[in-house]
């Protein structure tokens, strides 16, 4: 059986200012490096440890890596966030006075990507993980909310938000992935109020 955690990152400058990141690449702020300290303290051991390209979710897997003695980091784009389109750097209050009720009613904004387009690139990503592990041992991968929204949405139809370092455990046996258990790997905490869903 293969078993992957999939981490969020620590806390970025634009999640300590409630600025919805998408694909932007801000760097992480002093209690996100404290953050990717404590997760390094607490994260056990790994065959294997992969990253999406973006600074905040490498820093983050590097830290880690180094700590546990696993690496080099493999960064794959596909564990990258969800494109956030127009509200990529906006933060709550600015969304709602340039798109008035968007948010509550769930309307996305041109350059939105989907959680279909996000499971397709992530499904392709862990088919990789499966080849470079044949399938077996402990991997964790260091990613973004919105990405394992849309895991949690493809395998059981809905998600909870998650913090910085937050973690979901999923299962691959017999060619079929499985949710397992969340987890919180850093004691550094931030209330998940405090950050914003991307």
């Known amino acids: 059986m293969l078993n992957v955690l999939l981490a969020r990152h620590g806390q970025s400058e634009w999640n300590a200012a409630g600025r919805w990141q998408g694909q932007a690449d801000p760097p992480l702020t002093e209690l996100g490096l404290a953050q990717a300290r404590s997760a390094a303290a607490n994260a056990g051991a790994f065959d294997a440890v992969f990253a999406s390209d973006l600074e905040r979710a490498v820093v983050t897997a590097q830290m880690i890596a180094e700590a546990t003695g696993v690496g080099p980091v493999i960064v794959d784009p596909r564990f990258r966030e969800r494109n956030a389109g127009e509200y990529q750097g906006l933060t709550r209050d600015e969304i709602n006075e340039r798109y008035p009720g968007a948010l509550d009613a769930q309307r996305w904004p041109p350059g939105w990507e989907s959680n279909e387009s996000i499971q397709t ?78």
Not at 141 to 149: A, D, E, L, N
Not at 156 to 169: D, F, K, P, T, V
Not at 173 to 192: C, F, K, P, Y
């Open 121 to 198: 690139r992530l499904l392709a990503a862990l088919d990789d993980v499966i080849a470079h592990t044949g399938g077996h041992g402990d991997v964790l991968v260091v990613c973004h909310g919105g990405v394992i929204y849309a895991l949690e949405h493809l395998l059981i139809g809905s998600h909870e938000r998650i913090g910085n370092l937050g973690a979901r455990w999923v299962h691959h046996d017999n060619g079929h992935w499985a949710l397992g258990e969340r987890i919180q790997l850093s004691d550094a905490s931030v209330t998940i109020e405090s950050q914003d869903i991307l």
